[in-house]
């Protein structure tokens, strides 16, 4: 929850000038190899429909220059489930309920019987941490105690983002006196970002991903949305490869470009990995970013909402903590629209009924709120645009109310009528273009499983939080400080 700290050190001019001239470099550098890639692929595409009867769906993937995996299907069990941190005294008149974040991270740790690798933004999990005193900080103190007394028995690697001299890491050096191998990724060094990403691969077998930082008050004081996926070596392995990348680069003045072969992916928005999720034939996929972090093969975050949003038929149902269609770090300003573009053509074009439930605490930037009712009012009932936002307020007694940066929804996930997208990033600008993040795409839109899909449940997270007494209509009129 401290990106606004991380930020701020980016407010000497200086270093932003020589770092924006190393990202325009990074830039080129990329669009240049994204450029060499498309001719490739071009070429491919064209070789493959010459030599191939034309079928009527046969749409040639960006992959299909790869060469074929030996397996193309997984044969593991996999078991998903959807975790969530409900914050203290948060209540839902609602059935819909999951497994605590607390529990799911419990859970990895007593499977652990080899290694456990985390990706992470940054590291608070003790009430010494933060200067406070909560009876509700137990749940974070208790995971870093069984993580540490795993590191003196079993392969831990941590990969963070560098913290700064303000920033509390006395989790961080109990972990690496306990045996834990930890690398600093220097994110604002290498894209002018940070390593916003948080996930877990346990035995190179179970995963978790979602919102929820390293931090005690993400487990019982901020509102939080995750998937865990048990015994899934397919997946573990390829959410493995992301993993390695943040570790090389832990090591690396620079971002490879291109990236050796081993960080190469088969599995992606155009080529899913299929395999059984809860008995249910189910096509996966994960997504990172930024884009220069993406091997080959891999589909950058960005592109996986876009695509998400292309392919759905009624629904996209949108629950984020911010949302803004800038560049929220840059300066000079920047105009951001690529994902506000997509959801105005979705309800224009498709007549897709949009709705998004985005988060408003204390730390809320103001200029959010302009651009939110600018979607909000495309809304207009006799030309089918249908389009609604709301504001999703965690209330805080006035003791809740001291914890600093808590008491928010911080959850960033998608669902449409087919897909369930769960994610690790905010949604403005940067969080695709400098930012580390990744996401878990799941289509199960072949299920004929009675077993409810992730898709379904998802859908009814969505509407148990946008129907309850926290969220509010945004319209014209609304004055924030009504609001939240
Ligand atoms: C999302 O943005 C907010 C505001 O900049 C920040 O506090 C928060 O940490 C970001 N999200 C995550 C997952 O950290
Ligand atoms: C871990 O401990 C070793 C030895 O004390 C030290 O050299 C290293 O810098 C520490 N690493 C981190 C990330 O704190
Ligand atoms: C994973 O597989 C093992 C062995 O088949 C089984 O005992 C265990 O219950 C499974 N775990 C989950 C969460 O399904
Ligand atoms: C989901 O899977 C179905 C069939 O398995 C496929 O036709 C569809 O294109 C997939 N959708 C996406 C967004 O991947
Ligand atoms: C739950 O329902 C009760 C009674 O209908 C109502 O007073 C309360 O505000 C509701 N709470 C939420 C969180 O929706």
Redesign the pocket.
Known sequence: MKTDIAYNQLADAERRRQESNRRERVYSRCLFALATVATVLLAATALYSLLTPRAPFSHPTPSSSLPRPQAESCSDACKIVLVESIPEGLEFNSSTTHPSIFQAWLNLMSEARSSIDIASFYWTLTNKDTGTEEPTAYQGEAILKTLSELSGKLSVRIAVNTPQQSQPQADLRQLNESGADIRTVNMRALTSGVLHTKFWVVDKKHIYIGSANMDWRSLTQVKELGAVVYNCSCLAADLGKIFEAYWFLGESESIPSPWPSSFSTYYN?DT?LQLPLNNTPS?VYLSSSPPSFCAAGRTPDLQSIL??ME?ARSFIYIAVMNYLPTMEFSRPKRYWADIDTQLRRMVYERRVKVRLLISCWASTQPVMFPFLKSLASVYDHKSKLDIQVRLFVVPSTPKQKEIPFARVNHNKYMVTD??AYIGTSNWSGDYFVSTAGSALVV?Q??SQSLEPTVQSQLREVFERDWDSDYSKPLTQNSDLKDLC
């Open positions: 928005k899913p096509s695509s998400v392919d087919k897909i289509n839109t072949a």
